[in-house]
């Protein structure tokens, strides 16, 4: 649907803007560091470093629903689904066949969002307002809408967990507004849904889902400029959707900075030699 030179990015993640409360388990400078990798296409390493981490702290529920993000990601680059021409054709989201994940792959990825569900789950029955269960909870229900829209072909799926994951975000953003991650997922929705024909965004607005497509071009910037673990990915979405609006300039802006940041991530220097 879903990245400042490598030394000054990562100087910059594992600055105190953790999307954890106070408090919390979560270590931000390991997990900022496996989503680095995960950006630069080291998914092995980013295994790693998330499985460390997810051994000194069992308890915490972004360690794992992390892994499933590298995972998903693994299977985006496999399937060359992040490329822009992916997203600028409508018809690969309502007519494109079902593609075949690696079975090994699609086994880990549900077992390891499992294993974060549950982990979330209990943090929040205890406390319904632990910000790092809500953040997980948020980065649980994404991955799966984005597996069952973009891999899956599983639309209403996708929608409801998409909404899920939205009304998650509004909670947290309740809770702790500096979570500026969380914006990412109202982004999403209100962009993409924008995108439909207008008579699908009525229905899908009596579903109770956003269709608003100036909020989510907002939001996404609002993960773009302050975000922590998703800025990258927000930056991303932004690029796809400059070459939507046909800006050329904002577009290269985004990618010769993506570029830069992940030089071990050819997709960004290929999608910016389209449209230079």
């Not at 010769?256 to 991530?265: D, G, R, S, V």
């Amino acid at each position: 649907m879903l990245a400042l030179s490598i030394p000054v990015l990562a100087l910059w993640l594992v600055a105190d803007n953790s999307p954890a409360s106070s408090g919390s388990a979560t270590n931000p400078s390991a997990i900022n560091q496996g989503y680095l990798q995960m950006y630069d296409r080291q998914f092995e390493v980013a295994h790693k470093t998330f499985a460390d981490y997810e051994r000194t702290r069992p308890d915490d529920p972004l360690a794992p629903a992390s892994d499933a993000a590298a995972y998903l990601f693994g299977e985006f680059d496999r399937l060359h689904i992040l490329q822009s021409e992916f997203f600028l054709h409508d018809e690969n989201f309502v007519h494109a066949a079902k593609l075949v994940p690696d079975p090994a792959v699609r086994r880990a990825f549900d077992a390891t969002l499992d294993r974060a569900q549950k982990l979330a789950s209990g943090a929040l029955a205890t406390k319904p307002q632990d910000s790092n269960a809500l953040f997980a909870s948020i980065a649980i229900l994404g991955l799966r809408a984005d597996f069952d829209a973009l891999i899956d072909k599983r639309y209403l799926s996708s929608l409801s967990a998409m909404k899920n994951s939205r009304i998650t975000a509004e909670k947290l953003l309740m809770v702790d507004p500096t979570c500026y991650d969380a914006h990412l997922a109202v982004g999403v929705e209100n962009y993409m849904l924008s995108l439909k024909a207008a008579p699908m965004r009525w229905f899908l607005q009596l579903a109770g889902a956003q269709t608003d497509r100036d909020q989510g071009i907002e939001r996404l910037r609002i993960t773009a400029e302050k975000g922590n673990y998703l800025k990258p990915y927000a930056r991303l979405l932004l690029a796809v959707a400059a070459l939507r609006a046909r800006d050329r300039v904002e577009a290269r802006r985004l990618l010769e900075e993506l570029a830069q940041q992940f030089p071990h991530n050819p997709l960004y220097a290929e999608e910016l030699a389209r449209i230079r």
